[in-house]
């Protein structure tokens, strides 16, 4: 059963803006950790972002801090990843990640224990 639901990769160029969706009817019920990961051609997953759903606070990694924001609406049970400035070193697919949590411990992607299958960011120069 898929948990999570990426949407809303694509190909902008270079200072554009995206907007990623992650559905999760099961995580934004209750107080859990989800986050961002991204994974480049030929390099690990990294953490681009987390929310701690119970109170809204977020974290997110230093190369995207300023022009990413991570948001939760409860009410539409989803999880957003707000891009903007987009770099071509951005270029990579975009995977939602959830955990049943007290709290976020970081940008681990071991921390993790659901995935969605990702979604597809492109940016041109």
């Known amino acids: 059963e898929d948990w999570l639901q990426e949407s809303g990769g694509d190909s902008v160029p270079a200072g554009g803006s995206l907007t990623l969706t992650c559905g999760s009817s099961v995580y934004t019920h209750s107080s859990n950790c989800m986050g961002w990961f991204r994974q480049r051609p030929g390099k690990e997953r990294e953490g681009v972002a987390t929310i701690y759903t119970g109170d809204g606070s977020s974290h997110y990694a230093s190369s995207v801090e300023g022009r990413f924001t991570i948001s939760q609406d409860k009410a539409e049970k989803m999880v957003y990843l707000e891009m903007n400035s987009l770099k071509p070193d951005d270029t990579a697919m975009y995977y939602c990640?959830?955990?049943?949590?007290?709290?976020?411990?970081?940008?681990?992607?071991?921390?993790?224990?659901?995935w969605g299958r990702g979604t597809q960011v492109t940016v041109s120069s």
């Open positions: 990640a959830a955990r049943f949590s007290a709290f976020c411990a970081g940008l681990v992607p071991n921390y993790f224990t659901d």
